[in-house]
């Protein structure tokens, strides 16, 4: 386990969470019709001109869409010019040994890091050949470890995983969230003092919810978006979008979803799954 650490700041730490970006090898590839590349750097740019420089930066998995090196090289150098320091989790359409090597961003899986009295946990829920999500029993009894023994001067968490903890809105969703999601619940209930929020991606949409005594914040892609309330896959006509979490010394947290204005949506409203 690997730390990061950085000065305790009176002013917010800033905290960019970027996901689902669905790479592929060439750059030039679409998805349902959408241009995965173009449209991760128009977001950031968003962002480099609407947040300045953010504290860190999490790429909350589905960095690729094909698990190839390019893609994930190519995520690191697009993220880099935001000049902050970036972490990323795998997703299902990712491949944890190919990203692993990447050696120019050694520090990219880091699974704790620490911002003043923050610590963000990176929680991988990725399993190989299964598009929903599970947490070993070595995630698990990390996540337990980190929440019981908080390093000195820590007092607030944020969760980060892929997979979606709670049931997606729409009915196609009910077998692809994280499959032992109440083991999580369970860990996080023991300590409700530290935990502030769940933060995850994987059902490409936005939500912010109170469950259980925690909040939940799911994220859109910087991509495609999918239809809430709907029986069967869908897409939305919502423009790509990142989010943005300001997070105070006292436990406080503002958040918001921000997206990319006058961009013209292309994609494929036939698509029967992606
Ligand atoms: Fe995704």
Request: charged share 25%.
């Given at each position: 386990m690997q730390k990061a650490s950085r000065e305790f700041r009176e002013k917010p730490l800033r905290l960019i969470q970027i996901t689902d970006?669905?790479?592929?090898?060439?750059?030039r590839a679409v998805l349902l019709g959408l241009n995965t590349h173009e449209s991760f750097e128009k977001i950031v740019d968003l962002i480099a001109r609407t947040?300045?420089?953010?504290d860190v930066i999490v790429g909350?998995?589905?960095?690729?869409q094909d698990a190839s090196r390019e893609s994930y090289q190519r995520f690191a150098e697009i993220v880099s010019r935001l000049n902050a320091p970036f972490y990323w989790i795998p997703g299902n359409h990712d491949n944890r040994k190919v990203m692993l090597a990447?050696?120019?961003?050694?520090?990219?899986?880091?699974t704790q890091l620490i911002f003043g009295n923050w610590q963000i946990l990176m929680l991988d829920t990725s399993s190989p050949g299964n598009v929903h999500g599970v947490l070993s029993d070595a995630e698990l009894a990390r996540l337990q470890q980190q929440l019981s023994q908080l390093p000195a001067g820590v007092q607030h968490s944020m969760i980060c995983l892929h997979h979606n903890p709670v049931p997606g809105t729409?009915?196609?969703?009910?077998?692809?969230?994280?499959?032992n999601a109440d083991a999580m619940l369970a860990i996080l209930k023991q300590y409700p003092a530290t935990v502030r929020a769940v933060v995850y991606g994987h059902i490409h949409q936005t939500l912010d919810f109170e469950h259980e005594g925690f909040r939940f914040f799911c994220t859109p892609s910087t991509c495609i978006q999918f239809k809430p309330y709907v029986e069967e896959f869908a897409l939305d006509m919502l423009a790509p979008a990142y989010r943005w979490f300001d997070l105070y010394a006292d436990g406080r947290l503002e958040t918001a979803v921000e997206r990319l204005q006058d961009y013209v949506i292309k994609v494929d409203m036939n698509a029967g799954g992606y």
């Open positions: 970006t669905h790479l592929y090898r060439d750059p947040r300045g420089t953010p909350t998995g589905d960095i690729a990447l050696t120019d961003y050694p520090n990219a899986f880091d729409a009915s196609w969703m009910s077998d692809i969230g994280l499959k």
